[in-house]
């Protein structure tokens, strides 16, 4: 993929709430610009173009800080204190141990130890009213607890 095209792919998931968070959303801007910088002039143009062609109209969903403490605490392994809705619409607050995020059918999902329910548990983003790290670090889940991934799912890779 040519640098252009990284750039307007970039640009475009910021842009429909794919790096929502601060510090997700302040190290996209940088590799926007990093993008932008070495850039010939034409394809800059052409890049600033084709972004102005994305128009996103975000769904409602949960606060900026609850994706940034969830961020925070799967980063850190520390435990996450969640006011969290049930689908019949039941408040609970739940205390959390996150061990990875996924994204399934247009929806993300926390997935974490629960430590009310003693088990692995999968929180839809959406249905999360706050979220607070505490100072409690997680015990040492391991992702294999969760069982095995869709065969269509694909972890995020750094490399290639």
Avoid: K, N
Avoid at 44 to 56: G, P, S
Avoid at 76 to 98: A, I, M, N
Avoid at 100 to 113: D, H, K, M, Q
């Amino acid at each position: 993929m040519r640098r252009a095209e990284r750039l307007h792919a970039l640009t475009a998931a910021r842009r429909r709430g794919g790096t929502r968070g601060r510090r997700a959303e302040s190290l996209a801007a940088s590799a926007v610009r990093e993008l932008l910088g070495v850039l010939d002039p034409c394809s800059r143009e052409r890049a600033e173009v084709l972004a102005d062609r994305i128009w996103v109209d975000l769904p409602d969903g949960p606060p900026w800080r609850v994706h940034s403490a969830l961020e925070e605490a799967m980063t850190e392994q520390r435990v996450v204190r969640l006011r969290f809705t049930s689908r019949r619409g039941e408040e609970t607050p739940r205390d959390v141990e996150p061990m990875l995020f996924a994204s399934t059918r247009g929806e993300w999902y926390l997935v974490g130890w629960c430590r009310l329910r003693e088990a692995v548990r999968w929180f839809p983003r959406s249905q999360i009213r706050a979220a607070h790290v505490t100072r409690a670090a997680c015990s040492g889940h391991d992702v294999t607890e969760i069982g095995r991934p869709a065969d269509s799912a694909r972890s995020a890779t750094l490399h290639g």
